[in-house]
Nanobody, 121 residues
Framework: QVQLVESGGGLVQTGGSLRLSCAAS????????MGWYRQAPGKQRELVAR???????QYADFVQGRFTISRDNANHILYLQMDSLEPQDTAVYYC???????????????WGQGTQVTVSS
């Protein structure tokens, strides 16, 4: 059973930056597909970015070069550096870990409890 604990959320002004972290325990971190998702009030959860064990990345269109996903396989930590934040980035951000075999469906993996990101205008 994989356990994921997010941290680093908070309140920031438009144009500011935050760095989210996700500490993983259990499972096989180095070969798992790790991802960040977000859910705003009244909206469905959506992909922000994903990264494979080998470092290949995928970003949502709305990221537009503002966010960077990375991972530390030695210490089992996933990061999301978020720059040029906008009010529409306000959401709860969730960490996800899923096996490469079923990476098409993050719900077949594990979720963290989420961390709130609020961007004020």
């Amino acid at each position: 059973q994989v356990q994921l604990v997010e941290s680093g959320g908070g309140l920031v002004q438009t144009g500011g930056s935050l760095r989210l972290s996700c500490a993983a325990s259990g499972g096989h971190f180095s070969i798992s597909v790790m991802g960040w998702y977000r859910q705003a009030p009244g909206k469905q959860r959506e992909l922000v970015a994903r990264i494979t064990g080998g470092g290949s990345t995928q970003y949502a269109d709305f990221v537009q070069g503002r966010f960077t996903i990375s991972r530390d396989n030695a210490n089992h930590i996933l990061y999301l550096q978020m720059d040029s934040l906008e009010p529409q980035d306000t959401a709860v951000y969730y960490c996800n870990s899923v096996s490469l075999k079923v990476a098409h469906d993050p719900n077949l993996g594990s979720w963290g409890q989420g961390t709130q990101v609020t961007v004020s205008s």
